[in-house]
């Protein structure tokens, strides 16, 4: 095992990691920008050091920046937790190059996962079941209507570089499809210096699901159960929940399964993400895999009693995995809301500021991630993401009961801070979601008016005060 680990992140990943370290014996080092410099994870560091100005590719995201920190340190494995650099598979070989161990699968295998079409194409060869559409990158506007053509409409185009919910566009009709296909290939070139992009069926009423996997680098690997994504804005994810509900055993069998399979043909190491769309007749069809610890991972660790973390740390160590399947049980229901600095009612604008105060709820079977605490400055230049709210329960009802519980215990406030804890208790109390018949067009629709809702200038029926 490492001795001593540099956490190459932020926020609550940061801290997450941080303690599993410590809980391990391992020393650990918390690089930082200087709009960090007072954050949790800092102060509870062994070692800190700054690594650049607020803007995140000066700091964050700058690999010898990061580098430099480690060696200086003595860090002989670095963890990028999830976002910023997690994925890159140069930063990965610039770590290797540099006698640093990074925590997460082999560069090469990052690298081919990464790229949305070869992920595509390696997973068709595994065997897994993919949606109708270009396995390849569609090269002109021409193939994309060809394509498009073959498979019927509402049709996506998406970014083969893509990821986080970026570079994507619904096309409905083929009218749309060559200023929709100009405009992603456009967007992909400046988010992502690719503008490669491929086209699939858009499955309109979908569930997002995914399984999580484990595997170490002597060839060994489990599935740790499903979960259930489908609560989206703008295709980032607000409420997850395991097991996914609504699903028959043998789907969710078969899509673990397949998901396993599918990562060990690929020689991944770590901890990952295989995602899939599931129809209404349960077909799944193969998504993505995340090449890195998921913001929703403590749902899987609340049914499973494993901690995900502490396994990637190890496999990272070189050591075999510690589990075999027969030793992964699943218990229970745990259903988790993310807490954003964020304004539903102006489509989920930041509302960054300084929060005056910050008082988390507590109760049995209630895990709460964060970094938050009275006085934190929520500054305008990293990801909205204050804390994660995470219930356990024998039962889905019992879950979400006890979430909507935690909620609305859940105390902040701050000069014009809002939260996404409002519109998520709008999800928990939607029949359609507590009987696990939604899909990811949950949060459109709820968004959307009724027919004969008041005008938006018309006063509350009851007067509610919301942090």
């Known amino acids: 095992m490492f001795d001593k680990v540099l956490i190459a992140n932020r926020g609550e990943i940061a801290l997450r990691v941080l303690r599993a370290c410590r809980e391990l014996g391992i020393a650990t080092v918390v690089v930082y920008s200087s709009a960090d410099a007072d954050s949790t994870a800092v102060r509870l560091a062994d070692e800190a050091v700054r690594i650049g100005p607020a803007a995140s590719r000066r700091s964050y995201l700058n690999p010898a920046a990061i580098v430099e920190a480690a060696r200086s340190t003595g860090a002989q494995a670095v963890h990028p937790g999830y976002g910023f650099l997690s994925e890159d598979a140069d930063f990965a070989e610039i770590c290797a190059q540099n006698g640093l161990t990074f925590v997460g699968p082999p560069p090469q295998v990052m690298a081919a996962l990464s790229d949305k079409a070869t992920a595509r194409a390696l997973m068709r060869r595994a065997g897994l079941p993919l949606p109708p559409g270009s396995v390849q990158t569609v090269a002109t506007v021409e193939e994309a209507v060809e394509v498009a053509a073959g498979i019927g409409y509402p049709v996506m185009v998406k970014a083969a570089a893509g990821g986080g919910g970026r570079g994507m566009t619904v096309v409905a009709s083929a009218a749309d499809l060559p200023r929709a296909y100009a405009r992603t290939r456009a967007a992909a070139q400046a988010a992502f210096g690719d503008d490669r992009v491929y086209v699939e069926r858009y499955l309109s009423e979908a569930r997002h699901v995914e399984v999580q ?35 028959s055993e043998r789907t969710r069998e078969a899509m673990a399964a397949a998901a396993l399979r599918g990562v060990l043909d690929v020689g991944f190491t770590g901890a990952g993400t ?4 599931v129809d209404e007749a349960e077909d799944f069809h193969f998504l993505e895999i995340n090449s890195r610890i998921q913001v929703e991972h403590p749902v899987t660790e609340m049914v499973t009693g494993i901690d995900l973390v502490h396994e990637q740390l190890y496999v990272a160590a070189g050591e075999p995995l510690r589990l075999r399947q027969a030793d992964v049980r699943l218990t229970g229901v745990s259903v988790e809301c993310r807490v954003n600095v964020e304004d539903p009612d102006r489509d989920f604008a930041p509302t960054p500021g300084r929060l005056e105060r910050f008082h988390p709820p507590g109760g049995p079977f209630t895990r709460v991630d964060t970094h938050g605490h009275p006085g934190y400055l929520i500054g305008p230049h990293y990801d909205s ?19 909507a519980r935690a909620l609305g215990e859940f105390d902040i406030a701050g000069p014009g801070v809002r939260t996404t804890i409002p519109f998520v208790a709008r999800v928990l109390d939607d029949a359609t979601f507590r009987a696990a018949r939604h899909t990811t067009g949950l949060v459109d629709r709820l968004l959307c008016p009724p027919a004969d809702a008041p005008p938006a200038d018309a006063p509350p029926a009851v007067a509610v005060a919301v942090a």
Request: aromatic share 4%; with cysteine; hydrophobic share 45%.
């Open 274 to 277: 295989v995602e899939f769309l």
């Open 385 to 403: 993401l204050l804390a994660k709210v995470v219930v356990w329960a024998p039962d889905r009802d019992l879950a979400l009961n006890r979430l």
């Open 213 to 247: 996997v484990l595997c170490d680098s002597h060839g060994n690997g489990v599935h740790l159960g499903t979960r259930d994504c489908s609560v989206q804005r703008r295709h980032q994810k607000l409420v997850e929940e395991a097991p996914a509900p609504g699903l």
